[in-house]
């Protein structure tokens, strides 16, 4: 079975600078994608970015990027001039490419951007 | 503008009692999923469905089930609630394999 480990319950960092969230996953398949949701306080769970596993270039959404190192299975999401509304639990997730559309999360880092 | 909706932000029930969380969407999807959230342990997937009246297991299915009898439609159940299934839940449904799931709100549960 998957497994998704993010090592980083909580992190802080002040408004502007530049943080980096860990996850790393195990799989055996070589088709498969990989998320990073944002769930603010309160409020609902929304699709930060996407990584599909066939794919070399790393995925990046505005001030959003990804480090997608497959042989490593390591999956980083790293936030450039980071914001107030920033501030959420950050939870990487596992899709296999075929079958079940099952999402596998990981434990969720709780990211608090200070300003 | 995607939206899943959740009937309910806040539940209390009471140990023994059979609760209903109904689920919304209004975007046509034919996967739809229920997941609970507990701190540390992430989302975690209960059940899901690819279909109406289809449904298939998820993780953690024990003390569980589901209906879905119109395709916008998913509801979970709690035949007899217990206090291990204080959680917040959330819905979520997908268009397609690999692609994003749009989650609802959520509901929290406190079972006492």
């Known amino acids: 079975a998957q497994t998704v480990t993010q090592s980083q319950p909580e992190m802080s960092v002040q408004e502007a600078e530049t943080v980096t969230l860990s996850c790393t996953y195990d799989t055996s398949e070589n088709n498969y994608y990989l998320f990073w949701y944002k769930q603010p306080p309160s409020r609902q769970m929304i699709l930060v970015i996407r990584q599909e596993a066939y794919k070399q270039q790393n995925a990046t959404e505005n001030r959003f990027s990804v480090n997608f190192q497959k042989a490593a299975k390591s999956f980083s999401l790293k936030i450039s001039d980071s914001q107030l509304g920033d501030t959420a639990m950050y939870f990487c997730?596992?899709?296999?490419?075929?079958?079940?559309?099952?999402?596998?999360f990981g434990q969720g880092t709780r990211l608090t951007i200070n300003p | 503008d995607v939206k899943v909706t959740q009937s309910s932000r806040y539940l209390v029930k009471r140990t023994g009692e059979k609760v209903f969380l109904e689920c919304v969407q209004d975007?046509?999807?034919?996967?739809m999923f229920w997941y609970r959230q507990d701190p540390g342990l992430g989302l975690r997937l209960i059940y899901f469905?690819?279909?109406?009246?289809?449904?298939e297991k998820g993780d953690i299915p024990e003390g569980y089930s589901v209906s879905r009898e119109k395709k916008e439609r998913f509801s979970l159940i709690l035949e007899s609630a217990s206090t291990n299934q204080t959680s917040m839940y959330l819905c979520?449904?997908?268009?397609?394999?690999?692609?994003?799931?749009?989650f609802g709100p959520g509901t929290r549960l406190t079972v006492t």
């Open positions: 979520a449904s997908s268009l397609l394999v690999g692609y994003e799931q749009y």
């Open positions: 997730a596992f899709m296999n490419g075929q079958g079940a559309q099952k999402l596998v």
């Open positions: 469905s690819y279909d109406v009246k289809m449904k």
């Open positions: 975007m046509d999807h034919e996967n």
